[in-house]
C-alpha cells in the first residue's frame, strides 16, 4: 500500500478503513495498521523527506477513519440493538450506516485532504 501512488493521508484513510471491516474492531484495526503504516511511510521515504507527513497527522486521520467501518450490518452489537428494538435490518440499518459508516467516512477523507492542503496544522 505504501507504494501506490496517491497521496500518503489517502493511504492511511484506505489502509485503517479496510482492516477495521475486516476486523469490526477499530482497536485491533488500528494496532495492526497503524505501525506498519507508521514504518513504511515515515522511514525515510520521499513523502516523510519532502515533509508531506508527520506522525501525528497519521494517528489523527487513522483514528477518524477507525470508527468508519466498525459498524457493518454483521456487527455483533448492531445484531444485538435491531434484536432488543424489535428492528429488521431492512427498516433500520441504514440510519445507523448514515451514522456510524458514511458520515466518519466523509470526516476522514476531509481531515486527509485539510493535511494534504496545510501541512502545518499537525
Known sequence: LTNMPIHPMLIVVLAVVILVALTSSPPAGMSIIVPILAAGLLAGGTA???????????????????????????????????????????????????????????????AALLFIAFPGLA
Open 48 to 110: 516523510a523527506s519532502a515533509g508531506m507527513i508527520e506522525p501525528e497527522m497519521i494517528h489523527r486521520v487513522a483514528t477518524i477513519a477507525s470508527v468508519s467501518f466498525e459498524t457493518l450490518p454483521f456487527n455483533g452489537m448492531i445484531i444485538i440493538i435491531l434484536t432488543m428494538t424489535r428492528i429488521s435490518h431492512k427498516e433500520g440499518y441504514m440510519p445507523m450506516f448514515l451514522c456510524s459508516v458514511i458520515y466518519p467516512l466523509i470526516a476522514a477523507v476531509v
